[in-house]
Antibody, heavy 118, light 107 residues
Framework: QVQLVESGGDVVQPGRSLSLSCAAS????????MHWVRQAPGKGLEWVAF????????YYADYVRGRFTVSRDNSKNTLQLQMDSLRAEDTAFYYC???????????WGQGTLVTVSS | EIVLTQSPATLSLSPGERATLSCRAS??????LAWYQQKPGQAPRLLIY???RRATDIPARFSGSGSGTDFTLTISSLDPEDFAVYYC?????????FGQGTRLEIK
């Protein structure tokens, strides 16, 4: 079955950088668009970024554009999120999710917690 | 950006009752509307995509309807495991946006 496992969450100071990874198995990863979605503790879901199956197309939410970069390595079945210039408001669980027809997200990982605090 | 407004914020019902959750979009999203269920400590789970299509392994008591700006998620007869938070999500336009959620609680 499809498995998505995020890693890399940590406690970091404002202004610093952090990289998240998502390891995928049980699917044809090279054929799947992928998303990052975040959720601050006790709050709702916020979409962060999308990358197409081949990696040539990316979309970002306004609140992360220019600070976050989504990338993928189809040879290793991994998805990355490079987060720079982190802010306190970036504190959240970060989920990777598989895209379904560029319209919904059909499989989700369990999330990794990023805490931005001095 | 398309804003999704869910109502009610909280819905209190008993097992066996019918639940009706609403999601309204600030502009048309055609049928590109999905619904998710999230339980405490768990990742969201896709229930409905393209407004009315049930995702894999989702029970038939869950159904979705609507198009354009007004959408409904209906749970025909609540099972105890259905008490959770429900989110709608659109991809009528980028960026993808989610509603603020409806908490379905046991009365």
């Amino acid at each position: 079955q499809v498995q998505l496992v995020e890693s890399g969450g940590d406690v970091v100071q404002p202004g610093r950088s952090l990289s998240l990874s998502c390891a995928a198995s049980g699917l044809s990863f090279r054929d799947a668009g992928m998303h990052w979605v975040r959720q601050a503790p006790g709050k709702g879901l916020e979409w962060v970024a999308f990358i197409s199956s081949g990696g040539s197309v990316q979309y970002y939410a306004d609140y992360v554009r220019g600070r976050f970069t989504v990338s993928r390595d189809n040879s290793k079945n991994t998805l990355q999120l490079q987060m720079d210039s982190l802010r306190a408001e970036d504190t959240a669980f970060y989920y990777c999710a598989k895209d379904k027809w560029v319209r919904s997200l059909d499989y989700w990982g369990q999330g990794t917690l990023v805490t931005v605090s001095s | 950006e398309i804003v999704l407004t869910q109502s009610p914020a909280t819905l209190s019902l008993s097992p066996g009752e019918r639940a009706t959750l609403s999601c309204r979009a600030s502009q048309s999203v055609s049928s590109y509307l999905a619904w998710y269920q999230q339980k405490p400590g768990q990742a969201p789970r896709l229930l409905i995509y393209d407004a009315s299509r049930r995702a894999t392994d989702i029970p038939a008591r869950f159904s979705g309807s609507g198009s354009g700006t007004d959408f409904t998620l209906t749970i025909s007869s609540l099972d105890p495991e259905d008490f959770a938070v429900y989110y709608c999500q659109q991809r009528g336009n980028w960026p993808i946006t989610f509603g603020q959620g409806t908490r379905l609680e046991i009365k």
